[in-house]
């Protein structure tokens, strides 16, 4: 069954350090989103993404953030200089094919932990 | 703001019990309600999706409802097993491109 996978699935790194974080989504798919769930917190909406650009961004989503599709199957979340508050779980999903249900699949996450 | 709230936070239930997780919503203009599947550490499995124009979904054990007036959804387990402990979350698209999260439900099922 098809399935989003996002790499590292953990990342320990300096604050101030530059970090990339990547997905493959669903090979069909259309949109793709980027969520983050601090340590028992909710989960939270970053970014959606869309035929090339960002279509929705959140307050959390400020110019320290950035995302790219840089070829067809990658979609990568840069957060330039990370801070202490950064460190959550991050997670990369896809919709939306032919048929679009608006139906979210999810990767397993990529834990990043800023010291 | 739209907001989307879980209660209770955690429940325990005995194996075979069937069970109810609940999930309320703020905005009754909701676009669809989609519930999830959390283990510790893991990612999210989507369980079911339910579009603004249907009632319920149902898939193998789980029957989820959706009742846009009273802004409440629910999702029933029938014939609990211990491999269903995990946290359940819903989540709501109100038509802005976006998903808005409960807290969710942490359950356990007692062998």
């Known amino acids: 069954e098809p399935e989003v996978t996002q790499t590292p699935s953990h990342q320990v790194t300096q604050m101030g350090q530059e970090v990339i974080l990547r997905c493959v989504p669903i090979?069909?798919?259309?949109?793709f989103y980027w969520y983050r769930q601090i340590l028992g917190q909710k989960v939270e909406f970053l970014v959606s993404?869309?035929?090339?650009?960002?279509?929705?961004k959140s307050e959390i989503f400020d110019d320290q953030f950035s995302v790219e599709r840089p070829d067809g199957s990658n979609f990568t979340l840069k957060i330039r200089s990370t801070k202490l508050e950064d460190s959550a779980m991050y997670f990369c999903a896809s919709s939306g094919s032919i048929v679009n249900t608006g139906e979210l699949f999810f990767g397993e996450g990529s834990r990043l932990t800023v010291l | 703001k739209q907001e989307v709230t879980q209660i209770p936070a955690a429940l325990s239930v005995p194996e075979g019990e069937n069970l109810v997780l609940n999930c309320s919503f703020t905005d009754s203009a909701i676009y669809n309600l989609q519930w999830f599947r959390q283990d510790p550490g893991k990612g999210l499995t989507s369980l079911l999706l339910?579009?603004?124009?249907?009632r319920e979904q149902t898939s193998g054990r789980l029957n989820a409802s959706l009742d846009k007036s009273s802004g409440r959804s629910t999702l029933y387990i029938a014939a609990s097993q211990p491999g269903d402990s995990a946290t359940y979350l819903c989540?709501?698209?109100?038509?802005?491109?976006?998903?808005?999260f409960g807290t969710g439900t942490r359950l356990t099922i007692i062998p």
């Open positions: 989540a709501g698209d109100f038509g802005n491109e976006k998903l808005t």
């Open positions: 339910i579009q603004s124009s249907q």
């Open positions: 993404f869309y035929n090339n650009e960002i279509s929705e």
């Open positions: 090979s069909n798919h259309l949109y």
